[in-house]
């Protein structure tokens, strides 16, 4: 399984998260760059590691407030959905006026479904829209970077632009239908938990959890 580190940025306390696989713990790709890239690389330095390419589940901007600093300081790539690319591109159209986010104009543009081999670990990229129209997951081994669709014990918010509840669910249905629930979810705030344990107790997935299975 890759290592997974997970770091707590920026003013709503966004994850972000340091993925290496163990064989290759030399080079790492940065999921959702949330905070300073002075705080970003000085854990990569730590771990002897150097950034090789960038992930965004989503265009929300406490999920990429380093991503411009990050990519022109390592010249690592940026893969995000092409449907979200303006918000990364033009976020001063989309963030409250007291935030300050730098455009970036991405190099990978993802729809869903692909699967990136990047940093010696296969990642595959699923569509869960819901919080966000074009919101993307990473599975890799045994783990999910679910961004802000899934949480331990609550869901992402769809009492915002561009969100919507019935969406919402049905993308976490395909998660729990699709991997194993002793997936690791790595999310976009908060703990880590496991797919298995949200089936079972968060309070969000009551339909889940009464809807037949298999």
Not at 79 to 99: G, H, K, Q, S
Not at 124 to 137: C, D, E, F, I, R
Request: proline share 8%; net charge negative; hydrophobic share 40%.
């Amino acid at each position: 399984m890759p290592i997974v580190d997970q770091l707590s940025l920026g003013p709503l306390g966004t994850n972000c998260y340091l993925v290496r696989s163990s064989e290759s713990a030399e080079v790492a790709v940065v999921v959702d760059p949330s905070g300073p890239v002075v705080e970003i690389q000085r854990e990569l330095d730590e771990r002897g590691a150097r950034c090789v390419a960038i992930l965004i589940t989503h265009g929300h901007y406490d999920h990429v407030l380093g991503v411009a600093d990050l990519a022109e300081t390592t010249g690592a790539p940026v893969y995000m959905a092409e449907r979200e690319r303006m918000l990364l591109e033009e976020p001063a159209r989309f963030t409250p006026p007291d935030v300050d986010v730098r455009p970036w104009t991405p190099d990978v543009l993802l729809q869903g479904d692909e699967t990136l081999d990047l940093a010696g670990i296969s990642f595959q990229v699923a569509s869960v829209p819901g919080h966000s129209p074009a919101h993307l997951a990473y599975a890799i081994d045994g783990a999910l970077l679910s961004g802000d669709v899934l949480f331990e014990g609550s869901v992402g918010r769809t009492d915002i632009r561009g969100a919507d509840w019935p969406t919402l669910l049905a993308s976490i249905a395909m998660l729990i239908e699709r991997y194993p629930g002793e997936t690791v979810v790595y999310p976009g705030h908060g703990p880590a938990t496991r797919l298995g344990v949200e089936l079972e107790r968060n309070p969000f997935l009551d339909t889940l959890r009464a809807a037949p299975r298999g």
